[in-house]
């Protein structure tokens, strides 16, 4: 019974045509304007990134979804930036914490926006917000690029460790050593570790520099 129901959800998930993609130039262009899309409405961006490893394989996933990530964020920022930057003026006025976020962006610049970018706030919700703010645009970009690779190398490790699982039960491609896939288990909790540690330095950093900023001189 239970060989049975594992054949059939597996079975299942390789039928599966949800987002029916290619691993060829003109799929990745797709995915990267799926995931654009996605990212204007707010929907999460990790299982995308899941999914890119799965679909595209380690480096070539990691590039595609690098580069959906990257247009995302340029699309979400100039949207924010020039159809409701007025908006976030008046935002800015009405509540302190907004107020003393941009004055550090402004003045702490890409140093500020690289912490903030390692906080674990939703990806368009912080590029939406970086639009609201006075940070450059090339500073938002270096910031966006330097804070996803980590994120972006685990998840996209995490696909590819999805499919080898899925072809070790339907016996599938080479067969996979047992110790190859607790390598790759260590491997992607090492990473969630130092990303986990890397978003509570930044957060730390964060209320430092912003309680520096709020100090009268």
Known sequence: MGASLIEEIVSRLQSANWLPLGTGMVSAVLFCGVVMGAQILLIPVTPFSIYAGFTFGFWRGFAVIISAKMLSAFLNFSLSRWVARDWGKKLSGRYPLVQSMNDALVQEGLRFAILLRMCPVPFGVANYGFGLSGLPMSSFTIATFVSIIIPSLTLTALGVSMHQGL??????????????????????????????????????????TKQKLDTPS
């Open 167 to 208: 072809e070790t039960l339907t016996d599938a491609g080479r067969p996979h050593s047992p110790w190859q896939m607790v390598a790759t288990m260590l491997s992607l909790a090492a990473m969630f570790l130092v990303a986990r540690r890397i978003a509570l330095i930044a957060m730390k950093r964060v209320k430092e």
